[in-house]
């Protein structure tokens, strides 16, 4: 398990073949008091963050053997490294292998031979980001919020530890640093079409649609660009607790199920795609949960739901 380097406030990777731009690097960041470790490859450095968690690593794009882009990708895989900032070194000229390097993962890139104040210059800064962004996950995690942010397209561009755990759970064989199955990338598209009339909006994907484990809700938190989206997921075990109102209550099982829909604040709409019935059945059913429960109203409805459930 990684674990941050003790006795020191900040530490820097570098991953570089070149012994002459390893002494100049190290020399100048610890210079800076900045504490620097050392991989001639991209298979050490790799090892390294087995057993330490930098604030920040440097990696040289062309190294022979695993290269600085795939090591890079390996970095952003890791539930336990993928919030490191990685700033690329390259020699390379060509404006697709500075494309390459950021679609991989690097947040900002240094022409060789490298211009030391500009080094130290980027360093602070990336390294002030990234501190700053997993406060921010940290934070977020700490209150049991299941976060994620992902572009139109279904991209994630992060998620806090226990939102990837839910991810993991819901989607068997997807994993950080992948793409998104269609199936969730579906259901985030359709999110955004919703969202077109503000937050709330949510999508609801059930273990048969995922062949994972409980029905996974994406809530529409903010959009905070055109094409970009903060999603709070749900984890509900429906089967579990649709059963547990029909008991308590004296329902049938369709009617505790739209009941317990209802509780998490779904519209006819909303029930009616997540339990493949047509919305005039729905309403149908809710009419006789009135009769039932005794009630007039949806929230009525859903407060008799929560109680029952707390019971």
């Known amino acids: 398990m990684s674990k941050t380097l003790p006795g020191h406030g900040e530490t820097v990777l570098v991953i570089d073949d070149e012994p002459g731009t390893l002494s100049v690097i190290t020399a100048s960041l610890e210079a800076a008091g900045i504490s620097v470790l050392v991989a001639t490859s991209g298979e050490d450095g790799l090892r390294l963050l087995d057993h330490i968690l930098p604030d920040l690593v440097i990696v040289d794009a062309k190294m022979p053997g695993m290269d600085g882009f795939a090591t890079t990708r390996k970095i952003k895989q890791s539930p336990t490294h993928a919030q490191v900032p990685v700033i690329f070194m390259t020699g390379l000229t060509e404006s697709e292998h500075v494309v390459e390097a950021l679609q991989a993962g690097g947040v900002d890139y240094l022409r060789k031979p490298v211009n030391l104040d500009e080094l130290l210059a980027r360093v602070r800064v990336q390294i002030a980001q990234g501190r700053a962004a997993q406060a921010s996950l940290t934070s977020l995690d700490a209150?049991?919020?299941?976060?994620?942010?992902?572009?139109?397209?279904?991209?994630?561009?992060?998620?806090?530890?226990?939102?990837?755990?839910?991810?993991?759970?819901?989607?068997?064989g997807w994993q950080r640093g992948t793409p998104f199955p269609d199936v969730l990338r579906a259901a985030i598209e359709r999110l955004l079409v919703r969202g077109s009339a503000g937050v709330g909006a949510s999508v609801s994907l059930r273990p048969a649609d995922t062949g994972g484990t409980g029905t996974l809700e994406l809530v529409l938190v903010a959009r905070y660009r055109r094409d970009e989206m903060l999603i709070r997921l749900n984890v509900v075990d429906a089967a579990r607790d649709a059963e547990i109102l029909a008991e308590r209550l004296g329902l049938t099982a369709r009617e505790a199920q739209v009941l317990l829909w209802v509780?998490?604040?779904?519209?006819?709409?909303?029930?009616?795609?997540?339990?493949?019935?047509?919305?005039?059945?729905?309403?149908?059913?809710?009419?006789?949960?009135?009769?039932?429960?005794?009630?007039?109203?949806?929230?009525?409805?859903a407060a008799v739901a929560v109680r029952a459930m707390e019971a």
């Open 143 to 172: 209150t049991g919020r299941l976060m994620l942010a992902t572009d139109a397209a279904g991209k994630m561009l992060w998620c806090t530890p226990r939102a990837e755990e839910a991810l993991v759970q819901a989607l068997p």
């Open 263 to 301: 509780s998490y604040g779904k519209s006819s709409a909303d029930i009616s795609e997540v339990l493949g019935i047509s919305p005039r059945t729905v309403q149908k059913h809710l009419e006789h949960l009135y009769i039932k429960l005794g009630v007039e109203t949806r929230s009525a409805a």
